[in-house]
């Protein structure tokens, strides 16, 4: 069985800094591409940035890129995201994502196949 398990998530004030990680169990996804979507109150569930198995291949927002930094470990078949310069809007529930086909750091949420449940990212002003 599958299971994406986020830690990290708190309360921090505007300019602040978090990060999250994620561990995944059951399978290995070296090869193929693992990210993380956030979702704010009353909005849809957006791509925040995903990586694929080499630092060349990542993608970000545009919202978060030269904010956040994703990362990986494939030995240890982990995902994380540091998260600077926070800001009020950045507040939502953050998900780590997987994908096991796609080979390619992909924004829309339909490749991904299994997602963690979830962490409260909350940014006072």
């Known amino acids: 069985q599958v299971q994406l398990v986020e830690s990290g998530g708190g309360l921090v004030q505007a300019g602040g800094s978090l990060r999250l990680s994620c561990a995944a169990s059951g399978r290995s996804f070296s090869n193929y591409a693992m990210g993380w979507f956030r979702q704010a109150p009353g909005k849809e569930r957006e791509f925040v940035a995903a990586i694929v198995w080499s630092a060349g291949n990542i993608y970000y927002a545009d919202s978060v890129k030269g904010r956040f930094t994703i990362a990986r470990d494939n030995a240890k078949n982990t995902v994380s995201l540091q998260m600077n310069s926070l800001k009020p809007e950045d507040t939502a529930v953050y998900y780590c994502?997987?994908?096991?086909?796609?080979?390619?750091?992909?924004?829309?949420?339909?490749?991904?196949?299994?997602w963690g449940q979830g962490t409260q990212v909350t940014v006072s002003a």
């Open positions: 994502t997987a994908s096991s086909y796609t080979r390619w750091p992909n924004p829309d949420p339909a490749i991904y196949d299994y």
